[in-house]
């Protein structure tokens, strides 16, 4: 029987796994030295928090893997033989592979700060950090003040989760609004807005110098570089983005840049051997798309994508338009397709935003501006049907029709008041319009194809 | 507003002193007068029990109701083996020793509580509502901006099995054991309600109203919480306002003034099978001897269940009933919700579930179907097996050990939905429909769901609406009483629920591959 190994039980690791197994009845054996079981990192904030426990994270009983006879190693993967099809463990042992699905995720970034690794320097990624977390700060009498470095998604769980046990957080930002490098500027100052209100002491346009130790080790103060200024504290946060983690690969024979190199079929420059989710990269770009994109679906989708080549049907890693979510505070935000920032727009890229006078909810919609096709949609604050919106894509719909059938792409709860007459006046305004709102029809919104 | 907060929480902790103080208060004594008139009223002609209770009860004092209500009921114990043993079936009582013994002791007290009613509700009902109130307002500016706070839940001793949880859990379930078995005990609880009682319906009260009262003033406090905890949230807010309002008029005004007006006690929300002695013998005849309004009253109790429940299931799920209407769940929603997230999410437990519900509402159907080919074929017996026996069996285990005592009691530790999620036959009974034929659906967006879990943490039905979110499948389960949390909690905007075409209901939402080929071959595969 052909043997599948997986090197990570993450979600793209678990994914290929779960969907081997169901189309074939190979030998599957998942490695990991982080944890027994397959949890979701994304939840970790919330153990932190108090809203659940670790073992809530866990998405599958314990159960679950034997049933499907997946076998679960703890265990540290030194270096791969690829000739021989050999795993080496940290600890001496072998394992032989048919098949190698190379799926070990990222590591948080460290960019060489004197302090950088002192008791106390932590990242929010591993389950590890979680409990390093824990031990530095588990409440505002040990943790006196914490400093997170850097103004990504990651950082501001962090501020979410050290702000809930009372905890003071500065929060380093290199850029002059946060993310703005992502989010247009109305956006950006929106969230900038809501991180100051709820509490956390944001510094903008800051970066670290150093951080500086106690005798025995511990986080004492950092220095920020601008401005020379020393803030003491107990716990650093480092969450200056992540990289693929494929430092065991140095050695061996796969071929790798930033990640570990592969093509449309997931496949390394080793038959046999492929990496999926945050390790790989992809040798050519997909269109709009990032070589190397660390988010939780495409984790998911590459899974399935290899799961289907192993069991010979070989499948195009295809991830469609782009999408995500995240949540700021209070304030949640779903994209579809794409909404560029200044700093990144496209040239035949427009916008048009929508902003509610509270501050806590806007709408930004990219379009071209020859042809009026809708490009994508920032929403802050409303949640948005997917489906809806990856069809508009599909079907190139304008910005015009995008505008007018916004109801049918409301995925708020029911009772929400809704916004998009106003929406709609605004554009009106702006363009010199006479748009009207279609009301919701659940022919349109359950047909797959319209 | 953190001083505010630690006032409320010591008025209560003082009231709650105070309410157990009660007890233990007072002084009783069945004067002869009484005891005759209470002797005639109720045809008792056993002479071994009124001799027992003359010699040993009538005219004495008793400083606590607790000696008083277990010698009367044993008393009847007694004389009823007497004349068993005698075959001198007349003389037997046939009335339960306790409520017996509750009915005597409730017109012996005297002294202090019985004299201060008013002011004695004042210092325990009064105070407890402004102490709660001090407790949770405060929580709008020190649990910050509206939004999901589920901050600490499972750091607290109270809502994560530590020892105040444990503490509750013993409380609530002793007090459900003495409201169904030993009323007599809670006697001075009682009486303080009296003058709200005696206003609605003209009759003192019994320790049902005092529940019913209860029941609707820990209701509306905790709905005052749910408006804070959810101030963001409409569906919540409307919601909850709909369980208050059903459970305040029609399950407490209502029926105390129909019995003001001499027409029979009826809740018109409460549904067949959950309201499981609507066809017993004696409703049926009471109903039948109130003229119209009584045929009024049986005409609705089968209206409703057969045509208003599973019509109003097929257009909004059971959530109509389950999370806008009901009493149990309109206690489980607003008491309950600080406990929703205790609730088994294992595959075994769903398996218990499913047997256990389903067992309940087969049981209430055989009973009913007893009871009534008893009732028109004019037997007490069918089959060789007594209806009453079968009722009594179903009353104390379903309608009271399961219903109450579990039901409730156990909502510091096994979640707030016990009841409704493994006894409650009419909640069984929409589930099938909601599972097999309703527009009802809690809908997956697409592929953004993250596996963090928030949603199945906090079903309070147990359901793993993870497991179904993460492979983009829309949630359509039959124990789903649509509460609305987990759309609630989810972080990146993935659930919703809604009604809609039946067609495309279940099926799994193909973007969430976001595989483009894999979306046709899918589509083809169907």
């Known amino acids: 029987m052909e043997h599948i190994a997986i090197i990570g039980n993450g979600i793209s690791g678990i994914t290929a796994a779960r969907h081997i197994r169901k189309r074939s009845n190979k030998k599957i054996t998942v490695i990991s030295s982080e944890t027994d079981y397959f949890f979701s990192r994304t939840a970790l904030m919330y153990v932190y928090m108090g809203h659940m426990k670790f073992k809530h994270t866990q998405p599958y009983e314990n159960w679950f893997w034997k049933k499907n006879d997946i076998t679960l190693k703890k265990g540290y993967v030194k270096q791969i033989d690829t000739a021989q099809k050999n795993l080496i463990f940290s600890n001496g042992e072998q394992l032989y592979f048919d098949k190698l699905i190379i799926a070990t995720g990222s590591k948080p970034n460290k960019f060489g700060w004197p302090g950088q690794d002192l008791k106390g320097v932590v990242s929010l990624y591993h389950k590890q950090d979680l409990d390093a977390i824990e031990a530095y700060a588990p409440n505002n009498s040990v943790c006196k003040r914490a400093v997170i470095v850097g103004g990504g998604l990651i950082g501001v769980e962090l501020a979410e989760m050290l702000h809930s046990r009372h905890i003071p ?7 002059e609004s946060y993310w703005n490098s992502i989010l247009p500027s109305g956006e950006s100052k929106m969230i900038t807005h809501e991180i100051i209100k709820n509490g956390i002491d944001l510094r903008l346009g800051s970066n670290l110098k150093q951080i500086n130790s106690n005798e025995d080790g511990t986080v004492k103060s950092i220095v920020i570089a601008e401005t020379g200024e020393e803030i003491k504290c107990n716990i650093v946060g480092l969450t200056v983005g992540v990289s693929p983690n494929i430092g065991f690969l140095k050695h061996s024979t796969i071929e790798t840049n930033r990640g570990v190199l592969v093509n449309r079929n997931l496949e390394t420059n080793i038959k046999d051997i492929y990496a999926i989710g945050d390790c790989a990269e992809q040798r050519i770009a997909l269109e709009d798309r990032k070589p190397i994109e660390a988010v939780w679906y495409t984790g998911r989708i590459m899974g399935e994508t290899v799961a289907q080549t192993i069991c010979n049907k070989e499948t195009l890693y295809t991830p ?84 007018e059938h916004l109801e049918i792409a409301h995925f708020d709860p029911e009772f929400y008041k809704t916004y998009y007459p106003e929406v709609l006046k605004k554009y009106n305004v702006e363009t010199n319009k006479t748009l009207k709102l279609k009301s919701k029809s659940w022919s349109q919104l359950f047909t797959l194809k319209s | 507003m953190k001083t505010i907060r630690t006032l409320g929480l010591g008025l209560l902790l003082a009231v709650f002193a105070l309410f157990i103080n009660l007890l233990f208060m007072g002084n009783y004594k069945l004067s002869s007068a009484t005891f ?53 079936w007349n003389q037997v009582i046939w009335a339960k020793p306790h409520s017996l013994a509750y009915q005597i002791v409730k017109s012996s007290g005297q002294g202090i509580v019985v004299q201060n009613k008013f002011l004695i509700w004042l210092l325990s009902f009064g105070l407890a509502i402004i102490g709660a109130l001090l407790f949770m307002l405060p929580a709008i500016r020190l649990k910050g901006p509206a939004g999901i ?90 919601r909850t306002t709909s369980l208050l309002f059903f459970q305040i008029v029609f399950a407490f005004l209502i029926p105390e003034i129909l019995v003001r007006f001499e027409k029979p006690w009826y809740d018109f929300k409460n549904a067949f099978p959950l309201d499981y002695d609507f066809f017993f013998r004696w409703n049926l005849n009471e109903l039948l001897e109130s003229g119209g309004f009584g045929l009024f009253i049986l005409v609705w109790g089968i209206v409703l269940s057969l045509v208003v429940v599973p019509v109003m299931v097929y257009f909004f799920g059971k959530r109509w009933y389950c999370s806008w209407v009901c009493g149990c769940g309109g206690l489980a929603e607003t008491l309950g919700d600080p406990y929703r997230q205790l609730s088994s999410k294992s595959l075994f437990s769903w398996k218990v579930e499913r047997w256990l519900v389903h067992g309940v509402l087969v049981f209430a ?30 009353g104390f285990l379903i309608g009271s050990i399961f219903a109450g005592v579990i039901g409730t009691g156990f909502y510091p530790i096994f979640g707030n939905r016990v009841w409704c999620r493994f006894g409650c036959p009419l909640a069984a ?74 067609q495309g209901r279940i099926g799994s939402n193909a973007v969430l591959l976001g595989n483009e080929m894999n979306l046709l071959d899918q589509l083809h595969d169907k």
């Open chain 2, 429 to 502: 009974y929409m589930g099938v429909i909601q599972r097999f034929k309703s527009r009802f659906r809690i809908t997956t967006n697409g592929g953004q769901c993250i596996s963090c879990g928030n949603c199945s943490t906090y079903c309070e039905q147990g359901i793993d609406v993870r497991a179904y979110a993460q492979k983009g499948e829309n949630i359509i389960r039959a124990s789903c009483v649509g509460c609305g949390i987990c759309s609630a909690v989810c972080p990146r905007g993935v659930l919703k629920l809604e009604n809609g075409p039946e």
């Open chain 1, 320 to 403: 469609g338009h782009w999408f995500n979510s995240a949540k700021f505070f209070d304030i949640e935000y779903q994209t579809y397709g794409r909404v560029n920032s200044e700093k990144y727009v496209k040239p035949n890229e427009s916008h048009f935003h929508w902003m509610h006078p509270d501050q806590t909810k806007c709408l930004t919609f990219a379009f071209d501006k020859h042809t009026h096709t809708f490009l994508g949609i920032n929403a802050f604050g409303i949640r948005m049907r997917h489906e809806i919106f990856n069809r508009w894509l599909d079907q190139n719909k304008t910005i015009d029709y995008v505008l």
């Open chain 2, 149 to 238: 706070k589920n901050n600490h839940i499972y750091h607290s001793n109270a809502t994560n099995r530590g020892w105040i949880a444990w503490f509750v859990f013993a409380f609530l379930i002793l007090f459900y054991l003495v409201l169904y078995f030993r009323p007599s005990y809670m006697i001075n609880w009682i009486y303080i309600v009296d003058p709200i009682s005696e206003f609605l319906s003209g009759n003192p009260a019994s320790q049902w109203f005092l529940y019913g009262f209860l029941y609707c003033v820990i209701m509306t406090l905790m709905a005052v919480r749910m408006y804070i905890k959810y101030r963001h949230n409409n569906y919540q807010i409307l």
């Open chain 2, 36 to 88: 005759d008139l209470y002797i005639i009223q109720n045809n008792i002609s056993s002479e071994v029990f009124i001799k027992d209770l003359k010699n040993t009860i009538v005219d004495n004092d008793f400083s606590t109701p607790f000696y008083l209500a277990n010698s009367i009921a044993e008393a009847v114990e007694s004389a009823n083996t007497y004349h068993r043993e005698n075959k001198e």
């Open chain 2, 365 to 394: 159907l055989l009973m009913t179907g007893l009871t009534l080919y008893g009732y028109f074929s004019e037997a007490y017996e069918v089959f060789g097996i007594k209806v009453q026996t079968i009722q009594d069996i179903y």
């Open chain 1, 169 to 175: 957080v500065t929060f380093l930002v290199r850029e």
